[in-house]
């Protein structure tokens, strides 16, 4: 009986354990082909393709560089605060419940600028909560980032790694 209570003390412990990891933290170093950039209301779908142009974002330690067909749009610095997963339901990502690991933070300045430079179809809500984040291994694809307004009929734009 006490080798049994011993052995569920035991596996109580390694679960609550495992229940207060913190997210692994996710790097962004690199650089990021803009895909797509999905969402709303009306379910819309923008792509380099639909829209005539290609946007990347290269971050280097804590600082970012967002481009537009090869030109320079907006530089700065970011920042991300790490958050335990939490299920966010956004429509952006077919309809299926998104595990956000960041928050991402630009000014709202820069926020403005890339919207501006390519017409809204890469735009983020500006929540003081930042935007969240997340990046995944997507098979063909490879890593891929994606950054989300926190609304249920948000837009998520999505980028891929280049190696």
């Known amino acids: 009986m006490k080798q049994t209570v011993k052995f569920i003390a035991v596996i109580l412990l390694a679960l609550l354990a ?3 990891n913190k997210p692994e933290k996710q790097e962004l170093s690199g650089t990021w082909q803009w895909k797509s950039t999905t969402g709303g209301i009306g379910g819309w779908c923008y792509t380099p393709e639909s829209e005539g142009f290609e946007a990347k974002f290269v971050f280097k330690g804590s600082q970012f560089t ?23 339901i956004n429509k952006s990502v077919a309809d299926k419940s998104f595990y956000s690991n960041f928050r ?57 790694k280049k190696q």
């Open 18 to 20: 495992t229940a207060c």
């Open 104 to 160: 991402f933070h630009i000014s709202i300045a820069q926020i403005e600028k890339i919207s501006k430079a390519t017409n809204g179809k890469i735009s983020f809500f500006m929540d003081p909560r930042g935007v969240i984040g997340n990046i995944s291994n997507s098979g063909a694809d490879g890593q891929v980032l994606h950054l989300c307004d926190d609304a249920c009929d948000g837009f998520c734009s999505t980028f891929v």
């Open 66 to 88: 967002f481009y537009k067909d090869g030109k320079k749009v907006t530089s700065g610095t970011y920042s991300i605060d790490y958050i335990e997963d939490e299920p966010l």
